[in-house]
């Protein structure tokens, strides 16, 4: 069995491969979302603790939270779970999936380090990946450098370098910043709220007038009603 163990402060990855079901059996039974101790593996993983956050069995099926069975099942699913997406709408597929409780049929088992233990470990604690992507949303962007509202947000966006071109200036990118609260979008909101205002007005004048019109045919419909009883009267007593 593979074991892929991340460390999401570093954002490295370390892949191990053992075939030793002693120290494998550490994990057999156990959930996803549970934490196991990394004793088991060596000495230089003394004091480090992972979380169960998937894994893949021989077949390629992937572990699917919730399901309570260490084998094979074909569920039904819909928009909104898990491990399914709709391509039309409405649309419902039954799909083979595996549960969420480990056991030895496994190939790929997903870890992630929650507690750092003493040692380093080489390849994942002791180096740094870059982040190639910065945030996005204007909450994630201020919580990231620690920003107040009266800031800029737009100074402080992660620009990705692209690859440089011969006799050309050197280029980057940045994301869109999402739900950022500008004067165009204050003056749209404002727009929006104005013409919502004025259908409604509008309806409800249009409304007022619709009643007053057909109050004044029911008024004119009982007229008429009682011209043609009187005249039905005059004629019977004479």
Known sequence: MKLNIAYPATGCQKLLKIDDEK???VFYDKRMGQEVSADRLGDEWKGYVFRISGGNDLQGFCMMQGVLTNTRVRLLFKKGMPNYRERRNGVRKRKSVRGCIVDSQLSVLDLVVVKKGEGEIPGLTDTTQPRRLGPKKVGKIRKLFNLSKEDDVRQYVVHRPLPEKEGKKPRSKAPKIQ???TPARIQRKRKVLALKRQRAEKDKAQAAEYAKLLAQRQ???????L???RSSNRTSTS
């Open 219 to 225: 008024r004119e419909k009982r007229q008429a009603l």
């Open 179 to 181: 739900r950022l609260v």
């Open 23 to 25: 120290i494998l059996s």
């Open 227 to 229: 011209s043609r009883r």
